[in-house]
């Protein structure tokens, strides 16, 4: 290789292949899993990313404070645990939960580590991928040109296309509009007038930064979140020495929480109980309480961590509206309740397009078949969260009903990535060039899966999230524990599968 | 967590600004707009010690749609700064108050002044010590569950042997070891904030409510006690202590309405009935009945009933229906 070569390139000149075996679109965690993962066991994977680096959500959100909500120990590939020394200190993570900087050093560092430059290729976006059902291959198309593939593997992330508010008036503010997921570096918002809309995980963690720097700091909020206490603080060097001891605590210790979310939310109010004692201590006064005070189950929305959420909505320059946002107008946040307030840049915290992801719009399986419209009767739906019917050689990580709300989505696509190695192997073994699953699985994995969401607080809590989609159906989340989602998609089931032999 | 009912849930105001006082004070000010009736008449709240317009949440929700309605932190109190040096004054609450009143009452506009406890006692001095602000903004004034001498003297916080009339927490002047106790008991902030939660509440409700407060009021009503800074209690304690306003009573000469729970421990009914005698324009006494201390908190309706009963005559106004007010 040449030594000039940038990291990413793949080809001196740029030039894509006209050829893969596997073909993966996202360099986040899941794209650069799969490279990790199938390229050990022998595929020639390339990886596709349309931004100019790897990263995937952690390389998009770059607003201040932005960082895990899972815990670092676990919040990392099995087969590469903790970040190797770096800057003179030890090896392992510096904090208990990891801020984004450190997550994207990381996830450069496993990049390098394990030889992936080489299968990735960043600044190629897809913007279309055909089955070719005569030739048995994807005709992707590309930003920097056409390829074919056997196996394509979406990798976009749940948590990838930002979701700005449907309001009028975005353009003509007249001051900086900015999504927490679309951050300009070097952004300076301090000693302005700043209005932030939303209050799920990104607002949480952004306020406390904003509530140092602005002048004044007004926060939409439509529903208040439930918070349970952070403890977030450095990790010592050294306890990465023993980072499969911490991994197995932290996951037994995140996987406690399942029983309550999936099968008994009553449980859910001893968590209350310890979130709301937080809240009276954080905020003596007894108004401001009821406005932050959840109306609904602790769980059935995105359970936050935070210490300092709270502290910073009671400081003097801080204005809490509960309200949602009804428009913008220039210089001015117009809230539904009629309140306005004058402002000279307005931050976004307004989240993710994740039960419609626009991947879906770009993806035709067999016949020409639109992956959204076959979605749109039922809902997204995918045999083990990964293959769907008359989608063949087609692998969705981190896909319909894979989503954890309790642990790691890091073990969620290592799981995934077993079961579609195992795939890759079958087929292998088989002679098979093309793998669907049968309608008849598909329906009965969906059924499965909506029967056993019935029992879940995300859908008896009493509220609304995003969890949901446009029609109520809950597609985003795993209603059971990471265990089982593991043991559920460890092998192929030849029987729930159709396969075009050579 | 007892759910709140829907009137103690905060409403945003329209405009939200800080005013500052001649001695440096930032007094945190918020206005809330009547939707329609652009030209409505003005009511000021005034909350008392240890308190803050938070306190107000349930007459703002009855009058906000009908009159512009002023709320303010009292200094040191809510989002308003620390008292500076040498603030815990009569004088300096008046200050605040008509800096508010500058910022918010236009001339001539008349507004309802309503004053709960210390916040009623800062109407008065701003009255005594701002005559012409008195007459250019002021049309009214409620001095709701106040006093305005003889504080410690006339408190039936702590037991007494002695009865007052039937039903009623008069119990005459205490003395010198009630004095004491009540002294005592005021000027530290500490053991209330060092009891268990439950025992703090069960003390401020003593003190501040009477039984027929409900678990709500009594919760909020304690939050907003344990809320208050200990250097702001015990500053305004100390200056509640000595305090004698009879003479700046004497000057308050616009309608002044009176208005006192009659089962207020801390400001006995006596307080009200000496000031609607000595008021220049006593425009009425309303008495409570089982109220304590907290009368906006627990008796909304009658506080609210009071504010837009006086704008509203305010704004009636013939010159034969009010005693022509005094000018210089």
Request: proline content about 8%; charged content about 20%.
């Amino acid at each position: 290789m040449d030594a000039s070569q940038t990291p990413h390139d793949r080809t001196p000149h740029g030039a894509l292949p006209r050829h893969v075996p596997v073909l993966v679109i996202g360099a986040g965690f899941a794209g650069i899993g799969a490279a990790a993962v199938l390229g050990r066991a022998g595929y020639d994977v390339l990886v596709l990313e349309r931004a100019d680096g790897i990263g995937g959500t952690w390389r998009d959100n770059r607003y201040p404070g932005c960082a895990c909500d899972v815990p670092s120990a676990l919040y990392s590939f099995s087969f590469a645990p903790v970040p190797r020394a770096t800057t003179g200190g030890g090896a392992g993570w510096s904090r208990r939960f990891a801020a984004q900087p450190e997550i994207l050093a990381y996830l450069d560092d496993v990049v390098r580590r394990l030889g992936l430059r080489r299968s990735i290729r960043c600044g190629v976006e897809v913007v279309g991928a055909a089955w070719d059902e005569a030739a048995l291959v994807w005709r992707v198309t590309t930003g920097a040109g056409t390829l074919t593939a056997d196996v394509l593997i979406s990798a976009c992330g749940a948590l990838s296309e930002p979701a700005p508010p449907q309001v009028p008036g975005l353009d003509t503010f007249g001051g900086p509009v900015l999504h927490t997921a679309r951050w300009t570096p070097g952004t300076d918002l301090a000693g302005l007038r700043v209005a932030v809309v939303g209050t799920g995980a990104s607002g949480v963690q952004v306020v406390p930064e904003l509530a140092r720097q602005a002048a004044e700091l007004i926060v939409l909020q439509r529903t208040p979140p439930w918070i349970l206490p952070r403890r977030d603080r450095p990790l010592p060097h050294g306890l990465g020495r023993a980072p499969r001891l911490a991994r197995a605590w932290t996951y037994t210790r995140q996987e406690l929480f399942e029983p309550a979310l999936v099968h008994r939310p009553a449980l859910l109010a001893v968590a209350e109980r310890y979130a709301l004692a937080q809240l009276r201590r954080q905020v003596p006064d007894p108004g401001l309480r009821a406005l932050l005070t959840p109306g609904y189950r602790l769980g059935c929305k995105r359970v936050l961590l935070s210490d300092d959420y709270y502290p910073a909505l009671v400081r003097d320059t801080v204005e809490l509206l509960p309200s949602a946002l009804a428009r913008l107008e220039p210089g001015t946040v117009v809230a539904a309740d009629g309140t306005r307030r004058a402002v000279d840049a307005v931050v976004l915290a307004t989240g993710f397009r994740v039960t419609d992801p626009p991947i879906a719009h770009r993806i035709r399986g067999r016949d020409g078949v639109l992956l959204a419209d076959a979605w749109r009767p039922t809902g997204m739906q995918a045999l083990r969260g990964t293959t769907v019917t008359g989608f063949p050689n087609l692998f969705l990580l981190t896909g319909p009903n894979t989503g954890s709300a309790h642990t790691s989505m890091v073990h969620v696509i290592e799981s995934q990535l077993r079961y579609v190695r195992d795939a890759l192997d079958v087929m292998r073994e088989r002679d098979a060039v093309a793998i669907e699953p049968t309608p008849a699985a598909q329906r009965a994995w969906t059924e499965d899966v909506r029967r056993r969401m019935r029992s879940t607080v995300w859908a008896t809590g009493g509220c609304d999230s995003w969890y949901a989609d446009g029609e109520g159906r809950l597609t985003a989340l795993w209603p059971g524990s990471s265990l089982r989602l593991r043991r559920r998609t460890r092998r192929l089931d030849v029987r729930e599968y159709r396969a075009v032999r050579r | 967590m007892t759910a709140l009912p829907a009137d103690f849930r905060p409403l945003t105001p329209t405009r939200r600004f800080t005013v500052t006082s001649p001695d440096g004070a930032r007094i945190a000010v918020q206005v809330h707009e009547p939707d329609r009736d652009s030209d409505a008449p003005t009511a000021v709240l005034v909350h008392g010690w240890t308190l803050s317009a938070t306190f107000w949440v349930r007459v703002v929700h009855r009058i906000a749609g009908l009159v512009r309605t002023v709320v303010y932190d009292q200094r040191g109190h809510g989002r308003s700064s620390p008292v500076p040096d040498g603030g815990f004054t009569p004088a300096a609450l008046a200050d605040d108050l008509a800096a508010v009143l500058a910022a918010t009452v236009p001339d001539g506009g008349a507004a309802v002044v309503a004053g709960h406890s210390m916040g009623a006692m800062a109407v008065v001095a701003f009255a005594g010590r701002h005559a012409d602000g008195l007459h250019r903004q002021v049309g009214t004034v409620l001095l709701a569950s106040t006093g305005v001498e003889q504080l410690l003297g006339r408190m039936a916080v702590v037991p007494s042997l002695r009865r007052g009339p039937a039903g009623t927490p008069d119990a005459g002047t205490a003395g010198p070891v009630r004095l004491a106790v009540t002294r005592q008991a005021l000027r530290d902030a500490r053991p209330l904030h060092r009891m268990p939660l439950p025992l703090a509440r069960a003390t401020l409700v003593h003190t501040t409510m009477s039984r027929t407060a409900t678990p709500q009021e009594r919760a909020y009503a304690a939050d907003l006690v344990l809320a208050c800074p200990p250097r702001t209690y015990e500053g305004f304690a100390r200056m509640l202590a000595d305090l004698d306003l009879a003479a700046d009573l004497a000057r308050l000469d616009v309608p002044a309405r009176v208005l006192v729970g009659t089962a207020d421990r801390l400001t006995p009914p006596w307080h009200a009935r000496r000031m609607a005698a000595s008021l220049p324009h006593p425009a009425g006494l309303v008495q409570v009945a089982g109220a304590g201390h907290l009368t906006p908190l627990t008796a909304p309706d009658a506080v609210a009933a009071a504010v837009l009963d006086l704008a509203r005559r305010d704004r009636e106004a013939r010159p034969d229906q009010w005693v022509p007010r005094t000018h210089g």
